[in-house]
């Protein structure tokens, strides 16, 4: 199973939008709508911000929002914030029963 | 309060035997699935495993499947990563993680266990 494609590195200023892509294929982002995201700071365990493509966790500012068309899922970020700035990983569930993570993209505040 | 606690980091040398543990408190634990994600120095998240508790059953990225093993001993709500013979390749900060279904995200994480196998 391949990893997603995600963009090693996006920015953005305060308080703009920004918009993080991960693409798939048929097997796993375009055929499920089972897609997590997850932010990881410097040193700390991963922590889940979307789940199931669009759905927040309990405690998750709605400053984020996630979203799927086709093989590829986006995680946008509105209100850009300092504490923003940080690792981001999706996730898929696969026809093979098991998950896959994207790269990872670096957000960075300007 | 839920928690995933793991077991301390741990240094080995290649060839050698090593067994991480993964302990679960606050929640019902044989309710939830437990993975565990490898993450190498500098790089990004890797999916190897999942085990629900309640039955033991496992599905496992086929990449460490042969390599690593997971078992799960839900009478002391504890899930276990081990490796009969390290390589140096497996050095890692390894993570466990619970979901209530097999296509939940993953909503608590233990802490991270650092191994690191040199010479």
């Known amino acids: 199973q391949s990893a997603l494609t995600q963009p090693a590195s996006v920015s953005g200023s305060p308080g703009q939008s920004i918009t993080i892509s991960c693409t798939g294929t048929?097997?796993?982002?375009?055929?499920?709508?089972?897609v997590s995201w997850y932010q990881q700071h410097p040193g700390k365990a991963p922590k889940l911000v979307i789940y199931?493509?669009?759905n927040r966790p309990s405690g998750i500012s709605n400053r984020f929002s996630g979203s799927k068309s086709g093989n590829t899922a986006s995680l946008t970020i509105s209100g850009l914030q300092a504490e923003d700035e940080t690792d981001y990983y999706c996730s898929s569930y696969t026809s093979s029963s098991s998950w896959v993570f994207g790269g990872g993209t670096k957000v960075t505040v300007l | 309060e839920v928690h995933l606690v793991q077991s301390g980091a741990e240094v080995k040398k290649p060839g050698e035997s090593l067994r991480i543990s993964c302990k679960g408190s606050?929640?019902?634990?044989?309710?939830?699935?437990i993975t565990w994600v490898r993450q190498m120095p500098g790089k990004g998240l890797e999916w190897m495993g999942m085990i629900d508790p309640s039955d033991s059953h496992i599905n496992y990225n086929v990449s460490f499947q042969g390599h690593v093993t997971i078992s799960a001993d839900k009478s002391i709500s504890t899930v276990y990563l081990q490796w009969s013979s390290l390589k140096a390749s497996d050095t890692a900060t390894y993570y466990c993680?619970?979901?209530?279904?097999?296509?939940?995200?993953?909503?608590?994480w233990g802490q991270g266990t650092t191994v690191t196998v040199s010479s």
């Open positions: 048929s097997s796993d982002v375009g055929g499920y709508n089972y």
């Open positions: 199931d493509v669009s």
């Open positions: 993680a619970r979901s209530y279904v097999v296509t939940g995200g993953m909503d608590v």
């Open positions: 606050g929640y019902s634990f044989p309710t939830y699935l």
